[in-house]
Structures are given as structure tokens and as C-alpha cells.
């Protein structure tokens, strides 16, 4: 009995050491690239008392071929911009022209790292726009993309301090709260991972009072806003995300009315968070892939991207995040778009088309016409990934059919191969929009894509309901 | 002494037979330059070796967007391979002709179709079917699977068909349907079964 004792003490200890151990553990150095259409981070690797990164994980995402070994040269092409890499060689070679990247390249495990340093010349050249650095906290901005903010602080019983961003945020909240003898200080924290948030303004005082100062930092790939005061704050995201305000948290007896602006669900709190559901939107084509042609000047990829930011909209107002998978005119591969959709774990993948013929809209479930068997573990094949999903991604397809028929739209269900959701591993679809009359002018055409956005978004709401209250 | 009036009249049918043979000439190369251009433009002729049979063809209609069977009448050679050629060139030159249910791009064919183990067969097209195929997920899907239906429906024992572009693979026919995939011929077969 004793002994018992003593061993579930010293189990207690061993556990509370290696959660010590594993919480103060430093973050893994990573670099943060920030674009149009994404933002992603890759690992920092010490080598030879300098910093190199992964070349294939700079610019695959950004659209380039992984390194190819040919003779004693490793080949990436990009943009049909050939980049030419030899193992301990400091000099590049970009488009026939050379390039010093600071250091020698490295080859590990068949992977290629390249200086940190050479990151910046390497992508002004390939992407031939404008590439900033920020060196110090290793962010990569490419084309100008930048998310600013300006902070207002509403003075008044109940202070208010309202962070406008010229982009929607989604940052992570963390929250330190200290009680000493005489005060109170709390500290919250937005982190930014994947937003692009910049700033000129590095501290901002407020005086001493319930909000007191807002200091900006970046770190590691990160932003972060950080708001000291002597109250608990709480946090309310509105404006599609675009605005967050930070207040004193009302006191639970007050029968004061809130009148704060409507009410945005709040941003996710705490290290205690999980995976956040969210709906990937992909508009379909982009770029050089204009997709089919409806008529006139009207291309595919431009209702697409249309209508999956009218879907987006409609989502968040009834409480369901959103992303884009491309908001611009870019060219995104079909493969890309799977691998994206499967990294970020995307609850629910919706691909947005348009097209003829017809009239209406087609909502398509996936249809598995290459069914392997599953490897061993915990992959998939990746021409039947889907194979999990299917009949979630049914009932989806179903559910926003039933939601097009109610706003009287002709709506029709089927399920075919379309690229690319049998790559997806989540429940996904495709909503295919074929234009009403060609020669109807834009108003009309609007006024419907509204209406399809609309009764789409409802028919996701209602599934998702119905999948959060299974057990 | 032969009279002036008579040879006129001999010369000016001399001149006359030499015009309409430079016509005829003219209007014979004309003809040929015709046939040669169409012939380019849709698929070759149905062999003559093999014998004529009758078979169901699936036809796709863009205009009610189904796929409905038809019969028809081809010369179909025994070898499984050139069997599903044919089948295919009968298909696609239903749907080059002017009007046609199914609109495809000019020079839209088929270069070679071969099997491996039997059960798979390996549809080679030409770059002008897939470079020239309108876009659009129904009219893609409706093309895959009027082609595989109407194939294994007279060539018998394909389980799965993979589609490649002027020899190399494509990730898509049009921007929409999946090329990358080996199509089964069960799969195919409920797909087929949504255009009903």
C-alpha cells in the first residue's frame, strides 16, 4: 500500500516535469510568406553558424516545380524562370544570369537549403514584383501585401479600444493575468500566424486605465498586438473580421443592456482551443486558366471568385468561417488547390463553377471512378481520398439542392469526377452556376449569385448544425 | 483549198475543248483538296476488314444534357484494340458532323487505344480533342462517359479505362473532369446513369 503510494507520487512528478519540459520548449525557427492568395510558414535550419531554408518549401506554394537533379545541377523552374542550384556553390544561376546567395548550397536527404538571406533576392527575381523582408522576424511580404490597422480608444464608463484592419483577422488570443497585492494587470495578446499585419507605430500609450497600451511586435513569423490593462478584457470580432474590439468585461449583475455592436462570435481563446472549422471556397480557374467562356467578355473565373466572395459573406453572417482558397486573379493548379484544402484542414470544401449548358444550378457529390484500397496507416490514396467524406459531402450536395429549390432556382443534384474532390479528404462539392439569360445584363446576374450564395450558405448551416450535434 | 469559214469554225472547237479540259483539270484538284481537308479534319473512315456489325452507341445531347442509346452500323475489325478505335472514330465523327448533339473541337480523335492486362484499356487522344473540347463539367463528364459506355458496351472484360492526351498525361479533359484517374467501368456506369 505504502509503495503504491510512493510510485503514483513519483508518476505525478515525472508528469509534471515533462509538461514543464515540453511548455517551456522554444518554437522551432520558421520563416512566414506572406502573398495574395496565402500565407505559410517553413522550418529555420542552423547550418555552418547560419541560418538556410528548405528551396522546395520557399517556392513550391508559390508555384514552382520541386528541384530536379540533372547532372550536377539542381533545376526549379518557375514562371518559365529556370533556377539553377549546385551543391556547395555559392553562386546561383536565375534565367542565364547569376546570383550570389550569401552562402554555399546545402544538399540534405536530397533537400535543398539555400541561406535565409538569399530568400529575398531569389523571390524579387523569380516573381519579378516587389519582395520585402523583414529580416529580424523572418516575414516575407510578396506584392505589396500588407494588412494594416489603426486603434481608436472609445473613452467612457466601459472603455472600448477598436482595432480597425484594412483585412479580415483571425489572430489567436492569449491572455496573462497577474493579481498582485494593490493591482491587477492583465495582458492580452492577438497573434497574428497568418495574416500579414504590419505596422509603423510600435507602442501606443493610453493612460492608466482600464485599456493602458497597445504594443506591436513581430517575432518568429508572427505579428503580435499586445494590450495591457488593469481589468479583464474581452474580445469582440465584427465586420467580417475586420474589426476587433477589446472592453472590460461587463459585470455579470449588471442589468445594464449590452449595446455594443452586434456581436460577432469572439475569436477563439486560449492555448486550450481546437481545430476551428472553417469552409474552404474555391473559385475555380483563375489567371491564364480563364475556364469556360459564357458569352460576350464574360469569363468563368471572374463569376467564381464573384460568387465564392458572396458565399463567404453569407457564411460568416450566420457564424460559419470562411476562407478563399484564391482571392485575386491568380492560376492555381487543380492538385494545388487538393493540397491546400488537405494542409489546412478544411472542414468543408466547396468549389464554385459556372458554365453552360442549362439553366440553373448543378450541385455536384463527388464520384470515386478510381477506388484503391486504402494503404496501411494513416494515408490515403490520393486518387480516392474523398472515400471517408462521401457520403457527408452527399448530404451537403443534398441539403443545398433542398435550399436552391425553396428560393425557386432550378437545382439538380448529381455526382461526378470533378477535379478536384476526390483529392479532398474533408466532405466536398461543387456548385456549378450556369448563366441565366447571356445576354442579361449585370444587375440580374448579381441579383441571382446573391440568391445562390444565399441558399447555399443556409444549406451548409443546416448540415453543420446537424453534424455538431452528433456525438 | 480548205474555206476560211471552216477553219474558223475548226479552231474555235479546238479552243473549246482546250478551255473544258483546263476546267475540268481545275474543278478535279478542287474536289481532291476537299476530301483531303475533310478527311484531316474527321476521323478516318471505318476499315473495310472487318465486318459490319450492330452495335449501341451512348450519344451525349448538350441541348437536355443526356446521354441516350442509339443503334448503329460499323465495320469492326475482330483485334479488341482496333475494334475500340473504331468504335470511338464512329463516336466522335457523330459529334463532328454539322449539326451534332455534342459539339467537339476541329481535329478532335483518337491516335491509338491499346490495352494492358487485358482489363485496362489506355485511350490515346490527339491534343485537338482535349485543346479544342468546350468547357464545362457536365459537357466534359457527358464526353468520358458516352466514349467508355459505348466502348465497353461492345468490347467486353475492361474493368478500367485511363485516358491520356497525344501521349502524356493531362490533369484535366477541360478544366473539370479528372483525367489523372483510371476510370472503372462499374463507376463509369452509375455516373452514365445520372445523365438518364
Given amino acids: 500500500m505504502r509503495w503504491n503510494k510512493l510510485a503514483l507520487g513519483l508518476a505525478v512528478i515525472v508528469a509534471f516535469v515533462c509538461a514543464l519540459a515540453v511548455s517551456s520548449a522554444p518554437r522551432e525557427a520558421q520563416l512566414?510568406?506572406?502573398?495574395?492568395?496565402?500565407?505559410?510558414?517553413?522550418?529555420?535550419?542552423?547550418?555552418?553558424?547560419?541560418?538556410?531554408?528548405p528551396i522546395a518549401d520557399l517556392l513550391t506554394p508559390l508555384g514552382a516545380t520541386s528541384p530536379r537533379l540533372k547532372g550536377k545541377e539542381w533545376r526549379v523552374m518557375m514562371h518559365k524562370t529556370e533556377l539553377k542550384l549546385t551543391q556547395s556553390n555559392q553562386k546561383a544561376v536565375i534565367g542565364g544570369h547569376p546570383l550570389d546567395l550569401g552562402g554555399r548550397v546545402l544538399v540534405e536527404d536530397g533537400r535543398v537549403l539555400v541561406p535565409l538571406d538569399a530568400a529575398l533576392p531569389l523571390l524579387s527575381q523569380l516573381l519579378n514584383t516587389t519582395v520585402d523582408f523583414h529580416r529580424s522576424s523572418r516575414r516575407i511580404f510578396v506584392g505589396n501585401t500588407f494588412t494594416r490597422y489603426v486603434a481608436q480608444l472609445n473613452d467612457g464608463d466601459r472603455p472600448a479600444l477598436v482595432l480597425s484592419f484594412s483585412q479580415p483577422v483571425k489572430p489567436d488570443i492569449n491572455r496573462e493575468e497577474n493579481d498582485g497585492l494593490l493591482i491587477h494587470s492583465d495582458k492580452?495578446?492577438?497573434?497574428?500566424?497568418?495574416?500579414?499585419?504590419?505596422?509603423?507605430?510600435t507602442t501606443q500609450q493610453f493612460g492608466d486605465g482600464a485599456i493602458q497600451s497597445l504594443v506591436f511586435s513581430e517575432e518568429n513569423g508572427t505579428a503580435s498586438l499586445?494590450?495591457?490593462?488593469?481589468?479583464?478584457?474581452?474580445?469582440?470580432?465584427?465586420?467580417?473580421?475586420?474589426?476587433?474590439?477589446?472592453?472590460?468585461?461587463?459585470?455579470?449583475?449588471?442589468?445594464?443592456?449590452?449595446?455594443e455592436?452586434?456581436?460577432?462570435?469572439?475569436?477563439d481563446e486560449g492555448p486550450r482551443r481546437t481545430p476551428e472549422f472553417f469552409v474552404m471556397i474555391d473559385p475555380s480557374h483563375g489567371g491564364n486558366d480563364k475556364g469556360a467562356s459564357l458569352g460576350g467578355k464574360l469569363m468563368e473565373k471572374d463569376i467564381t471568385l464573384r460568387l465564392a466572395r458572396e458565399l463567404r459573406k453569407e457564411l460568416e453572417e450566420r457564424g460559419i468561417a470562411a476562407r478563399l482558397l484564391r482571392d485575386s486573379d491568380i492560376d492555381v493548379g487543380v492538385e494545388r488547390r487538393a493540397e491546400i484544402t488537405n494542409e489546412q484542414h478544411a472542414g468543408i470544401y466547396i468549389a464554385i463553377h459556372a458554365g453552360p449548358p442549362g439553366k440553373g444550378v448543378r450541385v455536384y457529390a463527388p464520384l470515386l471512378v478510381d477506388s484503391q484500397q486504402p494503404l496501411a496507416g494513416r494515408f490515403l490514396p490520393w486518387e480516392s481520398a474523398q472515400s471517408r467524406a462521401l457520403n457527408q459531402s452527399q448530404t451537403i450536395a443534398q441539403a443545398i439542392t433542398t435550399e436552391l429549390r425553396k428560393k425557386g432556382l432550378t437545382a439538380v443534384s448529381l455526382r461526378m469526377a470533378v477535379c478536384p474532390l476526390n483529392n479532398i479528404i474533408a466532405p466536398a462539392i461543387a456548385v456549378e452556376l450556369t448563366p441565366e439569360d447571356e445576354a442579361a445584363p449585370l444587375p440580374e446576374s448579381q441579383k441571382q449569385q446573391n440568391t445562390v450564395a444565399a441558399a447555399v450558405a443556409q444549406g451548409i448551416a443546416q448540415v453543420r448544425s446537424q453534424m455538431a450535434g452528433q456525438p | 483549198m480548205i474555206p476560211r469559214h471552216f477553219q474558223i469554225t475548226v479552231a474555235l472547237v479546238l479552243l473549246a475543248i482546250l478551255v473544258s479540259g483546263v476546267i475540268i483539270i481545275r474543278i478535279t484538284h478542287k474536289e481532291e483538296a476537299m476530301t483531303q481537308?475533310?478527311?484531316a479534319a474527321a476521323p478516318a473512315a471505318p476499315i473495310v476488314e472487318g465486318k459490319q456489325e450492330h452495335i449501341q452507341v451512348l450519344v451525349a445531347y448538350d441541348e437536355d444534357q443526356a446521354l441516350r442509346w442509339r443503334p448503329a452500323d460499323v465495320f469492326l475489325p475482330a483485334d479488341r484494340s482496333l475494334r475500340a478505335r473504331e468504335?470511338?472514330?464512329?463516336?466522335?465523327?457523330?459529334?463532328?458532323?454539322?449539326?451534332?448533339p455534342h459539339p467537339l473541337g476541329k481535329g478532335a480523335d483518337v491516335k491509338d487505344i491499346y490495352f494492358i492486362h487485358d482489363d485496362t484499356m489506355i485511350v490515346d487522344t490527339t491534343a485537338a480533342f482535349a485543346d479544342g473540347h468546350p468547357s464545362g463539367i457536365l459537357l466534359e463528364e457527358m464526353t468520358?462517359?458516352?466514349?467508355?459506355?459505348?466502348?465497353?458496351?461492345?468490347?467486353?472484360?475492361?474493368?478500367?479505362?485511363?485516358?491520356?492526351?497525344?501521349?502524356?498525361?493531362?490533369?484535366?479533359?477541360?478544366?473539370h473532369a479528372d483525367l489523372m484517374s483510371f476510370y472503372q467501368t462499374a463507376a463509369v456506369h452509375e455516373m452514365a446513369k445520372e445523365f438518364e
Fill in chain 2, 37 to 39: 481537308q475533310a478527311a
Fill in chain 1, 32 to 53: 512566414t510568406v506572406y502573398t495574395a492568395q496565402a500565407s505559410y510558414s517553413l522550418p529555420v535550419i542552423d547550418r555552418e553558424g547560419r541560418s538556410y531554408i
Fill in chain 1, 188 to 201: 492580452t495578446t492577438l497573434s497574428f500566424h497568418k495574416e500579414p499585419v504590419v505596422s509603423d507605430l
Fill in chain 1, 261 to 267: 455592436p452586434q456581436a460577432a462570435p469572439s475569436a
Fill in chain 2, 87 to 100: 468504335i470511338v472514330r464512329y463516336l466522335l465523327a457523330q459529334y463532328l458532323q454539322t449539326p451534332s
Fill in chain 2, 144 to 175: 468520358l462517359a458516352s466514349l467508355i459506355e459505348t466502348v465497353t458496351a461492345s468490347v467486353p472484360g475492361i474493368k478500367r479505362t485511363k485516358f491520356l492526351v497525344d501521349g502524356k498525361e493531362r490533369e484535366t479533359l477541360a478544366g
Fill in chain 1, 226 to 259: 499586445t494590450v495591457t490593462g488593469n481589468k479583464s478584457l474581452e474580445i469582440i470580432r465584427s465586420d467580417d473580421g475586420k474589426t476587433i474590439t477589446l472592453q472590460p468585461v461587463a459585470p455579470v449583475a449588471s442589468a445594464t443592456p449590452q449595446t
